[in-house]
Nanobody
Framework: QVQLVESGGGVVQPGGSLRLSCVASGFTFNTHHMSWVRQAPGKGPEWVSSISAASSYSYYSDSVQGRFTISRDNALNTLYLQMNNLQPEDTALYHC??????????????WGRGTQVTVSS
């Protein structure tokens, strides 16, 4: 059974940083592309970033390019999202997803429960 447990969210001021983590279990982590998606209150889900199984490729939405960095540690079955220069529009519930970029939004059964990020002064 796929389990994805996110952590690292919190409240931060504009310009601040957070590092999200996602511990995966129930599947062979090092053979799957992984992604992050986020959902703000009252809005639909938004794809944020994806990474290939061996970290050879990473992809970012235009809204986070240059500020966020996705990474993974296959020895620890853990996915990360380093978020710098956070802005109020980054406020959302962030979900770890066992899926590549093209499927990250639709495969909700492979989403973790999420960790809340709130950016506010």
């Amino acid at each position: 059974q796929v389990q994805l447990v996110e952590s690292g969210g919190g409240v931060v001021q504009p310009g601040g940083s957070l590092r999200l983590s996602c511990v995966a279990s129930g599947f062979t982590f090092n053979t799957h592309h992984m992604s992050w998606v986020r959902q703000a209150p009252g809005k639909g889900p938004e794809w944020v970033s994806s990474i290939s199984a061996a970290s050879s490729y990473s992809y970012y939405s235009d809204s986070v390019q240059g500020r966020f960095t996705i990474s993974r540690d296959n020895a620890l079955n853990t996915l990360y999202l380093q978020m710098n220069n956070l802005q109020p529009e980054d406020t959302a519930l962030y979900h770890c997803v066992k899926a590549p970029r093209d499927d990250a939004i639709t495969l909700r059964r492979f989403w973790g429960r999420g960790t809340q990020v709130t950016v506010s002064s």
